[in-house]
């Protein structure tokens, strides 16, 4: 297993942690909004490693504004990232993969990219609904070729970027912003990281095999409303 990030010590950190568990996690420090990074990445791995079997983009920003108070940095950032970095990191496994007649990719969307929001994220919205439009377009490109493309939508999950959302969301008040988002997920509480992770890899899994161009929802029966 490879990852790729911008912060060289948040790598070393996950690596660090897998570690522990007797796991080991290579990483490349890589910007998958610069294609050249995502060609050397997906480069490393095949040189390094032999190939590519799996390919999960991960990598997302967000920015919290009304569309007319969106700064255009902040949607050229939001879509160079989770939308582009997709993209060219896929475009180069693919040609990889297309050799071997094998390969899965999983692209993390969101059910803000299934279902529209009021509270200010047009832009991650849309960011998100290009992804499920890319996953779907992918997969019909390839699916005669061995490869399958799915996206996975979370629901509010407990990442470092949502507990920054809620400080901006709640105005300081990150308790409140909580409350508030469990509030609407049925089960009546957010998800974890490894909830999000497991769903990843039943996407993954060989035994699923039929499943491409599927946005599979793990959302707390959030996108049932």
């Known amino acids: 297993m490879v990852i790729t990030g911008r912060t060289e010590k948040t790598l070393a950190e996950a690596a660090g942690e897998a570690e522990k568990e007797n796991l080991k996690i290579n990483y490349l420090v890589s910007d998958i909004s610069k294609e050249e990074d995502c060609k050397d990445a997906i480069d490393y791995m ?3 490693f032999g190939g590519v079997d799996i390919l999960f983009n991960n990598a997302g920003v967000i920015h919290q504004a009304k569309t007319h108070e969106t700064q255009t940095r902040e949607w050229d950032e939001t879509f160079d990232v989770n939308v582009k970095g997709a993209y060219l990191m896929s475009k180069h496994a693919i040609a990889h993969m297309l050799e071997n007649s094998y390969g899965c990719i999983v692209n993390n969307s969101s059910i803000l990219g299934l279902k529209a929001s009021s509270g200010g994220f047009a832009a991650y919205c849309a960011s998100k609904g290009a992804i499920n439009q890319l996953t779907r ?45 469990i509030s609407v997920h ?14 990843v890899l039943f996407l993954c899994d060989d035994n699923v095999g039929f499943m491409t161009g599927t946005m599979l929802s793990v959302d707390g029966g959030l996108s049932a409303k």
Request: hydrophobic share 40%; net charge negative; proline share 6%.
């Open 186 to 199: 049925p089960v009546g509480r957010l998800a974890q990281p490894e909830e999000i992770a497991h769903a």
């Open 46 to 48: 095949i040189e390094g």
């Open 137 to 181: 377009s992918m997969a019909l490109e390839y699916a005669d070729k061995g490869l399958r493309i799915n996206a996975i939508c979370p629901g509010t999950t407990y990442t470092p970027m949502v507990e920054d959302m809620f400080e901006v969301v709640g105005g300081g008040d990150k308790e409140a912003a909580e409350k508030l988002y």
